[in-house]
């Protein structure tokens, strides 16, 4: 099991409070999707999921497990960043295999595990490549895969697919649909991209000023919005 929760979450920077009180819970095994403008507080939240902020104030709940106070290596999650940074000298095969080989597991498992990454990111044509010879879209999926050899049970990701051109977009989208059918982790995906947000998630969490406006399935936010912002974030006349 592998619920989200965060229970009575802010977090201020300085004087600047990102997000006041915010109540979520992120079912285990669900795609759920955060939405909002720019600046409205996607990315900290998923940092204090991930534990790369701590809370001002309110706890953070994976798997009903208090992780407030742990290190993002404790949480079991893993994140996938808008800019992911490939190692430019390094095979796309050790590209996956760093973090393993930093958490010094056995050649063996870590062999196993990126092969079975490589097998659902179709790059097992790919392991012995340089990120230079790739595409944009192979370079994500690789950057994906670091992810996925990790085995977490609830992955993070923050607008990855915003440096792609539309058409790779679209075709990533479909891959990560696919994805999370065949890992059945907890997907928490953060994109200011409605088309994204409406095709990829079953829950949609739509954010304004650290604020939570309304979560619902795609269609019932688009069938009943809550509030104008929501309408008109979803584009559906209210
Ligand atoms: P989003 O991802 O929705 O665009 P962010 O979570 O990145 O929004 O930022 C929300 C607000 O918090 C912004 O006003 C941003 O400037 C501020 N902020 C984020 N991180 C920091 C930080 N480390 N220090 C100060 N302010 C920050
Ligand atoms: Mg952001």
């Not at 909002?36 to 497990?65: F, M, Q, Y």
């Not at 404790?74 to 295999?97: C, G, K, W």
């Not at 370079?139 to 992810?147: K, L």
């Not at 929501?230 to 584009?235: D, E, S």
């Amino acid at each position: 099991m592998a619920e989200v929760r965060l229970d009575d979450i802010s977090k201020s920077f300085g004087a600047l409070t990102v997000i006041p009180k915010l109540n979520l819970l992120i079912p285990d095994g669900s795609f759920t999707v955060l939405v909002g403008p720019s600046g409205c507080g996607k990315s900290t939240l998923l940092r204090l999921i991930a534990g790369l902020e701590t809370p001002t104030d309110g706890r953070v709940l994976i798997g009903g497990r208090n992780v407030t106070n742990e290190e993002p290596s404790q949480r079991e999650i893993s994140m996938v960043f808008q800019s992911y940074a490939l190692f430019p000298h390094m095979t796309v095969a050790q590209n996956i295999d760093f973090g393993l080989r930093l958490q010094k597991m056995p050649k063996p498992e870590r062999d196993e595990r990126v092969a079975r990454a490589a097998k659902i990111l179709a790059l097992e044509n790919y392991l012995e490549r340089k990120p230079s010879q790739l595409s944009g879209g192979q370079r994500q999926r690789v950057a994906i895969g670091r992810s996925i050899v990790r085995n977490p049970k609830v992955f993070l990701l923050d607008e990855p697919l915003s440096n792609l051109d539309a058409a790779l977009r679209g075709q990533m989208r479909v891959e990560l649909a696919q994805l999370h059918r065949s890992l059945g982790s907890t997907m928490i995906y953060v994109t200011h991209d409605q088309v994204e947000a409406m095709t990829l998630a079953d829950q949609i969490v739509v954010m304004n000023g650290g604020r939570i406006e309304q979560v619902g399935a795609p269609m019932e936010l688009y069938d009943n919005p809550a509030t104008e912002f929501v309408a008109a974030f979803i584009g559906s006349p209210k």
